[in-house]
């Protein structure tokens, strides 16, 4: 059986490898549990959460958490963008689409001189993470978002990152070959999505964190729909 202890060592020693101590951090539970663990790497942490307007609850539970995890942890810095209503009119019109706040966090990113960042993407889809997983745990769906995965999420970070580098460390090789040997009744269950997720958070972040339901960086510029996981 794979140990939660095997899967944290692997995430450490891959922060480990990027050297690079800023996050993107939406307050949800997958961000929150990587500032947890850049915590035990570095020293010194920056974390940059977009939201609109600035009531958005990435704006909210990112603040809780980086408050949490600083007093508890390290010393982490947050700087919150909220894009103005004419910036985000403006980047509408020039390409309407989901990418949107993916666009306007990079380019603020960039335009401050961030070279490199960590992003969480990949683990809803490694983890079963989705409401989808939940109404169907089998192997069919599992797969079906891992092949999603590329051309729906990562190609259009790829795409829009604006020549900041993004390190992605839940992909890790390593830890995809852990997460693998998991059977899926260990990852989601009736109750909960991302089961492994949650035990390795409990007791580091706050309980409000793991429990919220994550609304998709495509929402971070206000929240349309409620999305499918947590």
Not at 85 to 100: L, R
Not at 103 to 116: D, Q, S, V
Not at 217 to 230: E, R, S, V
């Amino acid at each position: 059986p794979v140990k939660i202890a095997d899967i944290e060592e692997v995430i450490i020693q891959t922060l480990a490898k990027t050297k690079c101590a800023n996050l993107s951090c939406s307050g949800g539970l997958d961000s929150s549990l990587m500032l947890y663990f850049m915590t035990r790497v570095f020293h010194k942490i920056s974390a940059f959460t977009i939201g609109f307007p600035e009531t958005h609850p990435d704006i909210e539970y990112s603040r809780l958490v980086v408050k949490s995890v600083e007093e508890k942890f390290g010393n982490v810095e947050h700087e919150v963008f909220v894009p103005s209503a004419n910036e985000v009119a403006s980047e509408t019109e020039k390409k309407p689409g989901p990418d949107i706040g993916v666009r306007l966090f990079y380019r603020f990113l960039a335009e401050k001189g961030i070279l490199g960042i960590i992003a969480c993407d990949g683990i809803d889809e490694y983890m079963a993470g989705y409401y989808d997983h939940q109404q169907h745990p089998d192997e069919e769906t599992y797969y079906k978002y891992i092949r999603r995965l590329r051309d729906e999420h990562l190609k259009p970070l790829d795409d829009n990152s604006k020549g900041v580098k993004v390190y992605l460390p839940y992909l890790d090789e390593r830890l995809l070959c852990l997460l693998a040997q998991i059977p899926i009744a260990e990852k989601v269950d009736g109750e909960n999505r991302k089961k492994v997720m949650i035990q390795m958070a409990r007791g580091r972040i706050p309980d409000a964190v793991i429990d919220r339901w994550k609304y998709g960086f495509c929402d971070a510029l206000g929240i349309k729909k409620a999305k499918q996981w947590k």
